[in-house]
């Protein structure tokens, strides 16, 4: 379990770092977001055969950093979205 959090929270440091521009999420929104994303990853990789879903694998690793820089801009549209609604 604590693996499974600190792969998550590499995961998600790795996303923010990919992604270009300046995020405005914490610590816990990057480790949610890298959890989800490893998540995913873990299933991508299970569901083609290379691994468990929990299991570390390249593959897996991979799918889990894209969809975590997909989950991070997006999280990034939603609260900037709210932030300009907030100032008008």
């Known amino acids: 379990m604590i693996g ?9 440091a790795l996303a923010r770092l990919i992604k270009p521009g300046k995020q405005n ?10 959890l989800v994303g490893s998540l995913i990853g873990g299933t991508v990789a299970s569901l ?4 468990d879903i929990f299991e570390l694998n390249v593959l897996g690793f991979v799918v889990a950093v894209i969809a975590a820089v997909a989950l991070v801009g997006t999280a990034e ?8 609604r907030e100032v008008r």
């Open 77 to 84: 549209a939603i609260v900037g979205s709210r932030r300009r």
């Open 48 to 51: 083609l055969g290379t691994g």
């Open 4 to 12: 499974f959090i600190v792969a998550g929270l590499i995961i998600g």
């Open 25 to 34: 999420l914490g610590l816990l929104a990057t480790l949610l977001l890298g």
